[in-house]
């Protein structure tokens, strides 16, 4: 069990609750954070890059000149990769950079990053998120309690503050459905709504 700090709509502190999770120092893994973010990274990438070997270059059938007299050393192709035109030696080829995380780990990491930010009192808890959807309100508000930069979860994803934090400079909105452990350590603050914050908890439990 552990505690952490509720806040109103206009962020200001109304109490304290408990939580069934174990939110202390002790929990905090900073390998299972560093194996999840880099996987979420590495998923992110493509991996279409290609380029043609000399036996994928079209062409070149023809040796591109006489074998002795040019002064030149010899060819056989004009496809070989010494020659301009010719193919990639060792070059990239499309492939799968995807890493797989499993759910323990994927846990492990949420939990780590909870009770990091709520160490560093990063944690900021909201009772009930209202807002009109505005991103000019939200970043006052926010810059005037000195929590920016921050990511933003919201229990429901219809929920307007979502909307308005999504145009935030220095901050996101996700719900929590898309809770991203990178998206967690990117921002300095974790402003999560009060049941969002439950569905996370529900999942440690």
Do not use: C, W
């Not at 160490?119 to 000019?136: M, R």
């Amino acid at each position: 069990m552990s505690t952490v700090t509720v806040y109103n709509n206009k962020f200001d502190k109304v109490g304290e609750e408990k939580v069934s999770v174990d939110l202390s120092t002790e929990v905090i893994s900073t390998a299972a954070v560093h194996q999840v973010v880099k996987a979420l990274l590495a998923n992110r990438r493509a991996g279409t890059a290609s380029t043609k070997n000399r036996s994928q270059v079209r062409g070149g059938g023809a040796k591109p000149f006489k074998q002795k007299g040019t002064g030149r050393a010899r060819q056989g192709t004009s496809r070989s990769p010494l020659m301009p035109g010719g193919g990639r030696v060792f070059g990239p080829t499309p492939r799968d950079f995807s890493q797989k995380v499993n759910k323990k780990m994927m846990l492990k990491a949420i939990q780590s990053v909870l009770a990091d930010k709520n160490n560093e009192g990063a944690l900021i808890v909201v009772d009930d998120f209202k807002s009109d959807g505005k991103t000019k309100d939200l970043f006052a508000t926010l810059t005037k309690k000195d929590l920016l930069p921050a990511l933003v979860v919201a229990n429901d994803t219809e929920n307007k503050v979502l909307h308005a934090a999504g145009n935030l400079q220095y901050g996101k909105g996700l719900p929590v459905k898309g809770f991203s452990v990178y998206e967690a350590v990117k921002y300095k603050n974790l402003i999560i709504e009060k049941s969002a914050l439950e569905a996370l908890v529900g999942r440690l439990a």
